[in-house]
């Protein structure tokens, strides 16, 4: 166990829809990132967050938006979704410097 | 920008033998952090190894190494008495010295056979 909790595990919802992705990252850990990995693809960067404020953006849709609350724990809103947002998300957490743990991911599918 | 680059899609190897995995990287960065991870069919993102790039020791980990080129800017994985619990997807990746986001490669598909 990573110590990242990610919810739902599973998602499966219709084109146009919107969805928000649950990550709780580890105790202490005040950076948290995002990535999507399509089938049998490679891990590609979304967006890191540390601390509350945004850190980083990667190859994110406009349709794609997170925050970070708070409490540390942070949501990753998907909107307007279409098939090709099919896959499985990501969060990871650190203390800002060396490894990333991963939670077990969100699994969407749009159909 | 990092960049990671692993040239093995795929691989094999019977069980109890050894394999290696590459990966090169290319950085302008003096200080930074290499990894692999294991992503097995469950898909779940496990941390293997860990390498501090100004640290010359090759990190090891049970069965894992690394072997560490700083001025070639590689980064192998050696596997030893390979079981079968370690047919998974392996990737590469990139960290800076600063917390910013991992930088993966596109990762080697590492089948062990009985």
């Known amino acids: 166990d990573s110590g990242v909790t990610q919810t739902p595990k599973h998602l499966i919802t219709a084109t146009g829809q919107r969805v928000t992705l649950r990550c709780s990252p580890r105790?202490?850990?005040?950076?948290v990132y995002w990535y999507q990995q399509s089938l049998d693809q490679g891990l590609q960067f979304l967006i890191q967050?540390?601390?509350?404020?945004?850190?980083a953006k990667g190859n994110i849709l406009e349709r794609f938006s997170a925050q970070q609350f708070p409490d540390l724990h942070s949501e990753l809103n998907l909107s307007s979704l279409e098939l090709g947002d099919s896959a499985l998300y990501f969060c990871?957490?650190?203390?800002?410097?060396?490894?990333?743990?991963f939670g077990q991911g969100t699994r969407l599918t749009v159909v | 920008a990092q960049t990671v680059t692993q040239s093995q899609p795929e691989m094999s190897v019977q069980e109890a033998e050894t394999v290696t995995l590459s990966c090169t990287y290319d950085?302008?960065?003096?200080?930074?952090?290499l990894f692999w991870y294991k992503q097995p069919p469950s898909r779940q993102m496990i941390l293997v190894i860990r390498?501090?790039?100004?640290?010359?020791q090759n990190a090891t980990e049970n069965r894992f190494s690394v072997n560490f080129q700083k001025a070639a800017k590689s980064f192998s994985l050696k596997i030893s008495d390979s079981q079968l619990g370690d047919t998974a997807m392996y990737f590469c990746?990139?960290?800076?010295?600063?917390?910013?986001?991992?930088?993966f490669g596109g990762g080697t598909r590492l089948m062990v056979k009985p």
């Open positions: 390498q501090e790039a100004y640290k010359q």
């Open positions: 950085t302008s960065e003096n200080n930074y952090y």
């Open positions: 990746a990139f960290g800076d010295n600063a917390g910013n986001m991992l930088t």
């Open positions: 105790s202490g850990d005040l950076s």
């Open positions: 967050y540390y601390n509350g404020e945004e850190r």
């Open positions: 990871a957490s650190s203390q800002g410097y060396s490894e990333a743990f």
